[in-house]
């Protein structure tokens, strides 16, 4: 009853320890990761929700890098300043190496350049669009430490290329929502049309709740063109293509999938939208994706319809997967530089539940990559830490609107590609 | 460019209509009333219920007059709207505008206009949904005047200048030609004047409610039957017909009409200099030029 039992049942735990890495080594410590998700809001709740379902899965197969994971959750009330300080909390005190969130652009993007860069954490985030944390990273502003499971405005715009090309249009008017979103497309679809060389005409501003889009209409028109491609929204949508179509436009029309509409189509006529064919990003087609699905149902009895739901799970299970491919105290940079171990498409396919971590753990130990294949599909970052979506086009029809091309992600990222 | 002056008079003439019950309201009373931009609505609505009643009463009226978009039940509508909302205009100010006046300062009238037009916008909205209506879902298209320059005109268009225009005639004669017209003008110039020389005041408040609320139901449907009705229609209005109303001097119906085209045009014409994410400063451009030149306006005068 001395020291020398305790030293034999110390060796003893250190034999087994070493016989049975992975499940007896993770239950000695915590590693606590960090989240600023929206939870006071009522889509912002369900998002935090599946990210600690990740982290519940990852934790049954023996936590990531050699610990338990404890996901610590901060409010953001949509808030730049609270998200902030939310952030700053995590990584000051309780020194979080990865933050999850935050989901809108104009909150993570402070959290960004004030708390995750200067911190040296690993910024990834479920849910944010804007095509500025791209700008940021090109400008090399993020270090690396950027990521996101949720397509940029950036795919919509290339689809809408494509249409064109295959279409055969050589000249396109385009007119756009005078707004971030709006500009953000104008600026995108631009360098996309280029790109396949259809020549863009004119490119005009609508400011919503004018009396009339005549003028900006006629200038459009005054140019000519082909085609005519719309980043707008159903109300002034409706005004402009109504005036544009009784100008004699063309009915050759182009829509982003905010006039995916029912109300849109009504007021303008099914008989001037024959021609007329809308982008729209898809969730995957994929059997992982279905996987998600009835695992999220099993989970919570509902459908993860809610937005950014995949997202976010894939999210949290691609920054644990890093994790534990960084190994045991790493910094923020090598979790994300493991980013790419872990998405890698020539690697082992791992599914996103329990088993999928434990089989990607084993790979990973023996020194190989893996590809996650999860809610969102193959997951796979480019080199501003965007990911891309699969794609669908669609026509106005009868009964609605109906889909017209299925691009799956690997169609849409070759064709990305392509335009580069 | 010369497309952008035909379109900027066709748009004119509906901002024309609707600065001219401003101008008299605004002259009269002596208030800026910010709800006079509802009535556009609220006649577009009330001519969009008419229009569908008299169609489904007398089918053989539901017919189009081509090459315009119009029907005779909308004419018939149109008519049906003026008297509406000109009683409307009555009843509002009868309700509300005629006890603040009594009891309140000039600030607590443009603070209760303010919250006229929220009231109306909203209840338009609560009826007939936040999304565009449409009198015809068909597209009237436009007639080519000319290839080169192309030069494109919308039958609908022509009628609403035309009928702007007749309108504009009629009131230029009842206000001229008329005792009525005279003891308007006397009311404009001295209430308590004119009171002494035996005109009736409330008689003629209630004829400038009257005529007002008419010609902004005519101004509202004709915006409807170019563009849309969308319930936020006359908050869209509410700057271009205040900015004509200002510019051509408050109180004088030809300012108001010569404010209504000036604006008019030189929105559309913006686009020639202008990106076209600023022209909707134009109109304040406008005001802002005019005022630092001509304080009361093209033709407003100075009162004392």
């Known amino acids: ?420 | 460019m010369i497309q952008n002056l035909i379109d900027g008079v066709l748009t004119g003439s509906y901002i024309s209509l609707g600065a001219i019950g401003l101008t008299l309201v605004m002259h009269i009373l002596r208030f800026a009333n910010f709800s006079h931009a509802e009535l556009l609505s609220l006649g577009a609505y009330v001519a969009l219920v008419c229009d569908a009643l008299v169609a489904a009463l007398v089918p053989v009226f539901a017919v189009k007059l081509a090459p315009l978009s119009l029907t005779w039940a909308l004419v018939l509508a149109i008519l049906m709207s003026m008297v509406i909302t000109g009683l409307s205009a009555l009843l509002i100010d009868r309700l509300v505008f005629k006890r603040v006046r009594e009891k309140g300062l000039e600030l607590s009238m443009i603070f209760a206009s303010f919250g006229m037009a929220l009231i109306i916008r909203n209840v338009i909205g609560l009826f007939f949904g936040l999304s565009p209506q449409l009198y015809s879902r068909d597209i009237a298209f436009a007639m080519v005047l000319s290839r080169d320059p192309l030069l494109l005109v919308k039958p609908d268009q022509i009628f609403v200048l035309v009928a702007a225009l007749l309108l504009m005639l009629m009131l230029h004669l009842l206000l001229s030609r008329t005792t009525f017209g005279y003891s308007l003008r006397a009311v404009a110039e001295n209430p308590s004047l004119a009171q002494v020389n035996g005109v009736n005041l409330h008689r003629t408040i209630m004829a400038v409610w009257l005529i007002g609320g008419a010609l902004a139901a005519v101004a509202g449907v004709f915006y409807g039957l170019s563009h849309q009705l969308i319930p936020v229609m006359g908050r869209d209005l509410l700057l271009p017909i205040f900015a004509a109303t200002i510019v051509g001097g408050i109180g004088s119906v030809y300012g108001a009409v010569l404010g209504g085209f000036i604006v008019g045009i030189a929105g559309n014409m913006a686009l020639v200099v202008l990106p076209s994410g600023y022209t909707p400063s134009v109109p304040f451009l406008l005001i802002i030029v005019v005022l630092m030149i001509r304080p009361h306006g093209l033709f407003g005068e100075a009162r004392a």
């Open chain 1, 1 to 420: 009853m001395s020291i020398t039992k305790y030293l034999w049942v110390a060796i003893g735990l250190a034999v087994s320890a070493t016989a049975l890495p992975g499940t007896a080594e993770a239950q000695d410590c915590t590693t606590k990761i960090g989240a600023v998700l929206p939870t006071s809001v009522d889509w912002g709740r369900p998002i935090a929700e599946t990210a600690q379902f990740a982290v519940d899965q990852v934790n049954a197969a023996g936590g990531a890098a050699g610990c338990q994971i404890e996901m610590v959750l901060r409010d953001t009330q949509v808030d730049p300043k609270v998200g902030v300080d939310a952030a700053k909390a995590l990584v000051d005190l309780e020194g979080v190496k990865l933050l999850l969130g935050a989901v809108s652009s104009g909150v993570s993007m402070p959290i960004l350049t004030s708390v995750t860069v200067p911190g040296d954490v690993v910024q990834m985030s479920c849910c944010s669009s804007s095509t500025a944390f791209t700008k940021l990273s090109e400008d090399g502003k993020t270090n690396g430490l950027w990521f996101r499971t949720f397509a940029t405005t950036g795919v919509q715009s290339a689809v809408a290329a494509k249409v064109a090309a295959d279409k055969g249009y050589k000249t396109v008017a385009v007119m756009y929502k005078n707004d971030d979103w709006g500009q953000d497309m104008a600026r995108l679809i631009a360098a996309d049309f280029a790109a396949v060389g259809v020549e863009v005409t004119a490119s005009v501003a609508v400011n919503d709740g004018q009396p009339s889009y005549r003028a900006e209409v006629t200038e459009a028109l005054a140019s000519q063109p082909e085609s005519l491609y719309l980043a707008l929204y159903p109300a002034e949508g409706t005004a402009a293509v109504r005036e544009w179509i009784s100008l004699g436009g063309t009915q050759n029309m182009i829509l982003a999938n905010s006039l995916k509409s029912d109300e849109f189509r009504d007021n303008v006529g099914l008989q001037y939208l024959g021609a007329t064919l809308g982008t729209d990003t898809a969730s995957p087609r994929s059997e992982s994706a279905d996987a998600f699905r009835a695992a999220y149902v099993e989970r919570f009895e509902s459908e993860p319809n809610g937005p950014g739901l995949a997202n976010s799970y894939d999210a949290t299970m691609i920054a644990l997967l890093a994790m534990e491919a960084a190994g045991k105290d790493a910094s923020g940079s090598d979790i994300a530089a493991a980013i790419a171990k872990v998405t890698d498409p020539n690697g082992t396919p791992v599914s996103a539940d329990t088993a999928g971590f434990s089989a990607a753990k084993d790979v990973l130990s023996g020194g190989g990559t893996v590809m996650y294949q999860g809610g969102t599909g193959n997951v796979r970052f480019d080199k501003n830490g965007d990911v891309s979506a699969p794609a669908v086009v669609w026509a106005f029809s009868e009964g609605g609107i109906e889909e017209v091309e299925y691009m799956s992600l690997n169609d849409v990222d070759a064709f990305i590609t392509s335009l580069k």
